[in-house]
C-alpha cells in the first residue's frame, strides 16, 4: 500500500521559471492538501482540493500560485515566475473522502537561486 | 480564522522522563486535534489525535488530553526514548466540511541518553 508520493523530491529553478510539484494520494484517497514550510517553521495551509474541484485556497498567494486535481493523474501545484521568498518545502497530504486524517508525501524542496 | 499557539517552542528532558508539550486554539468550533511528529528531512507523520467528544486519548507512550472549555490540547510522552527526539507539531480543523489543518510553530524535543 503505496503512501503519498511526490515529485521531485528536491527541485531548483532560477527566479522567474515555473516549479510544478506533483502529489500522487493514497490509493482510495480522493482529497488532497497542499502545505508550505518554511525553514524551522510550521506548516501552513495553501489548498484544499477534491477531485476536478478547488475547496479552499485561502491559503495560496492570489498571483503566480494555482493548484489542481484532475479527474486522472496527480494533483499539481504549479508556481510561475518563481522568486527567492518562494524557496520552502511543499508538503501535500491526502485523506480518504470526508475524514480528518491526513497523510503527509515526503514534500518537495523548492530552492530558487 | 484558526490560530494555534504551541509551547515549549524547545524542549530538553532525560531518557526516561516524561514530556509534556501544550496547545491552545483560538476557534471553539475546531473539532479535530492531531498531533505529527517530523524527523529532520522527513515528512510529518501523525502520531496521535484526539476528537472534541472525547477528553483522553492513550497509545502506549503517548497520550493526548484535550480541555474544550480552556480551548487547549496538550501531548503527554512518558518513558521518553532517544529516538522520540523530533519536532513535534500540533494542529486545529475547524468543524463543518473544510478539514484544513492549522498547526502550531513547533516544539523541538531532544532527549538525552
Known amino acids: 500500500n503505496a503512501g503519498v508520493m511526490q515529485n521531485p523530491r528536491h527541485l531548483v529553478r532560477r527566479r522567474g521559471q515555473e516549479a510544478r510539484l506533483r502529489c500522487s494520494p493514497m490509493k482510495g484517497h480522493s482529497h488532497v492538501y497542499w502545505y508550505r514550510q518554511l525553514p524551522e517553521e510550521g506548516l501552513k495551509f495553501m489548498v484544499y482540493l477534491q477531485k476536478e474541484n478547488i475547496i479552499d485556497e485561502s491559503g495560496m498567494p492570489k498571483e503566480r500560485f494555482s493548484a489542481e486535481f484532475p479527474k486522472e493523474g496527480p494533483s499539481i501545484l504549479r508556481i510561475q515566475q518563481v522568486v527567492r521568498g518562494d524557496s520552502a518545502a511543499y508538503f501535500c497530504a491526502s485523506s480518504p473522502g470526508e475524514s480528518y486524517e491526513q497523510y503527509f508525501g515526503p514534500g518537495t524542496r523548492l530552492t530558487v537561486t | 480564522g484558526e490560530n494555534v499557539e504551541q509551547h515549549p517552542s524547545t524542549l530538553s528532558v532525560q531518557e526516561g522522563d516524561s514530556a509534556v508539550i501544550k496547545c491552545t486554539y483560538s476557534d471553539s468550533a475546531s473539532n479535530y486535534f492531531p498531533w505529527y511528529k517530523q524527523e529532520l528531512g522527513k515528512r510529518p507523520q501523525l502520531i496521535i489525535d484526539i476528537r472534541s467528544n472525547v477528553g483522553e486519548k492513550k497509545d502506549q507512550r503517548i497520550a493526548v488530553t484535550l480541555n474544550k472549555t480552556a480551548k487547549h490540547f496538550s501531548l503527554h510522552i512518558t518513558e521518553t526514548q532517544p529516538e522520540d527526539s523530533a519536532v513535534y507539531f500540533c494542529?486545529?480543523?475547524?468543524?463543518?466540511?473544510?478539514?484544513?489543518?492549522?498547526f502550531g510553530k513547533g516544539t523541538l524535543l531532544t532527549v538525552n541518553p
Open positions: 494542529a486545529a480543523s475547524g468543524g463543518g466540511s473544510n478539514y484544513k489543518l492549522t
